[in-house]
DNA sequence: AGTTGGCACTCGACTTCCATGAGTGCCAAC
DNA sequence: GTTGGCACTCATGGAAGTCGAGTGCCAACT
């Protein structure tokens, strides 16, 4: 009993179920696929395989499903990762090329991710703490009120309406601008703190409350708490995919909307600039026990700025979306480096 | 035969529907309801309604539901928009007073309104046509390319990217941004084509190709085709609300993930700042015959800014929504003026 | 040892049949 | 215009039964 062959029959009996969504048996295994060997044979060989925990009945006298551990297994043992397509490849440039700005990225680029893989995609804003200062801009509105615009070098925006105490002196603005310009232009958003301190320090005897009140505004533009930002879209396949199980969508829907999770999520993937694949329980999510997520890391030089991915239910066509979700993150990190 | 009871007769059956999501039979309605009347006079009742075509019966010997037209006439008539609880008050203010920027009321504002209805909730981000120019700004990026940046009064950030011929004057670009500035802050955008071309002629003889090009740039900023940009969340609601149904969760999503259509939809809203309601196949929107829409405009001063609004099955608590929807707009209008 | 054909067995899916009862329309009486 | 009465309809749900895909096991074969 060779163990190449069972690792067939699972990949076979995966790729059955995933098509098909039924439980698949050992008659319409062998018909459906050239195992070369008879039924008999493969009924052997699902039983180890149950054993195993790679695969399970619904019910007696069913044929046999995956596990999550069956998916996993497969995953790892996946033999050649499809190339995406070249129409699709063409299709991810100019979809991508014409947009116009980083909001409109990140927006096509869902659009584009959840088209091609037919699963519900999310993208990462370009992480703040990993990006670099552009430019700071200060702009006064009147009615004493300042407009701080911080500036990242992916093209993210970050901007904080001020109040300012009457009567400030507009030279102390300008010269204020200058200043934090020098420190901060091309220095990393982690550093922000410990350089607006040094600016600070910079002016003394001067209005003290402007200048603190000022600096503190971009340190909290630049630091903020709600700095990680995700997208998500076609949650419309989701409905479509789950068409037949229609309790499970509630909760995996519910899921989507906490971005927080899905943020957590993300930043599981590993380190590497390799694809993530979680499957079921391996997202100890509340709601997402029936679902796959599929992400990855982009940015430009391949460090890695956020993530994206993919996710739907466990039974999805995990070596179409990896090649996907790998080729929207390489492009992405293109863009992203042209900006 | 009063038409007024049998009004009455059509509020009881769309309230019991609502509330329980089953045809409603003449009986159970007298026993539920103190209508004074009894059975043999409620069913005499409901076939004129039927007729009418205000309740239909999904199958001979079952009970009435409403139609879209029943619905209609029940919203037309509504007595007495429920108000909003001192708790929702107070959740809708502090909730939004807590946002630090546009982004964050947007996003903050459809959580908030998707959890008060319990329905999928959209809101439209200020349109840029309706706004006025608050700032417009010329960052140096260094490799010869232009950062233009144009702030609305709402809060509103667009951007645009813009690479210049080698070797312009810094000057050049100080001088276009303070002559940009004074003749485009406090217009509107709708101006924004003509002043830029005023602009423009007060340059004769400078570099020609650099001035156009970046008040070229200025206007793509603002008057961006996609300008019109939109937010919904609280699918999951979606998914529970039609927990029932299965088949129909799917379009409505598909739609929602439209948002040119969306923005249609809400666009839609009668001029005057009254709530409005459209009902089933009143929205000729490929997949929403199913869906109701409550809709409203925003804005600081009660100048329609722009739309929110909720999108739910047509059995929806209509009473509470609209007066949701209300309180929702009234208050994200405020939070924008104060901006 | 591994593979195969055969065979009895299981059990969900589907059909049919029937009883139940909520709901209706109609009518005569009030 | 309202009401009680009554015959009728038909969706719903349970019981019983058939069907068949799929299984596990075993003896025989290579």
Redesign the pocket.
Known sequence: ??DE?RLDVLRAIVADFVATH????????VERHEL????????????VL?EDGYIV????????IPTDKGYRLFVDRLTGIRPVSRAERRAIRTFLDSAVDLDNVVDRTVRLLSDITRQVAMVQYPSLSRSRIRHVELVELGNARLLVIVIADTGRVEQRVLELPDGFASDLISDLHARINDALVDREFAEVSGLTDQVAAGFTGVDDQVVRAVLGSVQEAATEEVEERIVIGGTANLARETADLPHSVHPILEALEEHVVLLRLLGETTATDEVSVRIGHENDVVGMNAASVVSVGYGPDSSALAHLGVVGPTRMDYAGNIAAVRAVARYLGRVLADQ
């Open positions: 009993m060779s062959r039924e439980p698949v048996g050992s008659k319409s295994l070369g060997v008879s039924s008999a044979t493969v009924r052997n060989d699902m039983a149950e009945q619904p019910h007696t006298s069913a044929g046999r």
